[in-house]
């Protein structure tokens, strides 16, 4: 089963507007990765934060992750066409086994409208 | 980051037929593992591919059903045993680098029919 469930389920917006995305999680976790997917292809990996680690940059991404609430959110600022995708958190638990092994959310279909 | 190849990269196959699929890495990784994501679905792991030793499965996976081998630190099989219909579904290698990441090969789409 799923450890993960991200809200919205779909969302769509503007050229330009920002995009928010959230993954809340059960277990405690070692590292927790978001995940970009386009049309069923392979996944592109994104970023990385762990789990004493409160935010984190990369380009126009912004991923913040809070513990006490079991919960992440994935930013994408100043939206283009082109971040059309799904996109999925994976944690990586230390219960599973081992911290390598992820579990992933079930996904947020963002759509960017031209 | 690493680079991942995966063969075939879709396939149609008939009830009760075997696929085995095939996954490369560029260089040397300690842990590799196999995913399942079915139709409109998340990724849902399979099995870690150990080198030298049998596959770990998660619950829900068998070795019968999901062969796996690993015979270097570069290269791993997986096949689907006996298919049908609800084996479609696109199925993804990764590799564990240093720092957990981890890294996703193009996948494979199967289709049964």
């Known amino acids: 089963s799923q450890q993960g469930e991200e809200d919205p389920q779909a969302l769509s917006i503007q050229e330009g507007e920002n995009a928010t995305m959230n993954c809340s999680y059960k277990t405690s976790i070692n590292n927790l990765q978001w995940y970009r997917q386009n049309s069923g292809r392979g996944l592109v990996h994104l970023i990385l934060?762990?789990?004493?680690?409160r935010e984190k940059h990369s380009g126009r991404l912004r991923v913040t992750l809070d513990t006490s609430k079991k919960s992440s959110s994935l930013l994408i600022t100043a939206s283009r066409a082109a971040d059309t995708a799904s996109y999925f958190c994976?944690?990586?638990?230390?219960?599973?086994?081992?911290?390598?092994?992820?579990?992933f959310g079930s996904g947020t279909q963002l759509t960017v409208l031209p | 980051s690493a680079v991942i190849s995966q063969k075939p990269s879709r396939d149609i196959c008939q009830r009760g037929t075997s696929l085995t699929i095939q996954c490369q890495v560029d260089s040397q990784v300690t842990m590799m593992f196999w995913y399942r994501q079915q139709p409109g679905q998340s990724l849902t792991l399979i099995a870690t591919a150990n080198q030298g030793s049998e596959a770990t499965y998660e619950s829900g996976f068998v070795i019968d059903k999901f062969p796996i081998s690993r015979p270097n630190l570069t290269f791993s099989t997986l096949t689907v045993s006996n298919m049908s219909p609800e084996d479609s579904s696109i199925y993804l290698c990764?590799?564990?680098?240093?720092?957990?990441?981890?890294?996703f090969g193009p996948g494979t789409r199967l289709t049964v029919t």
């Open positions: 934060i762990r789990s004493n680690e």
């Open positions: 994976a944690t990586g638990s230390l219960s599973s086994g081992s911290a390598r092994q992820l579990t």
């Open positions: 990764s590799v564990s680098h240093q720092d957990y990441e981890q890294y």
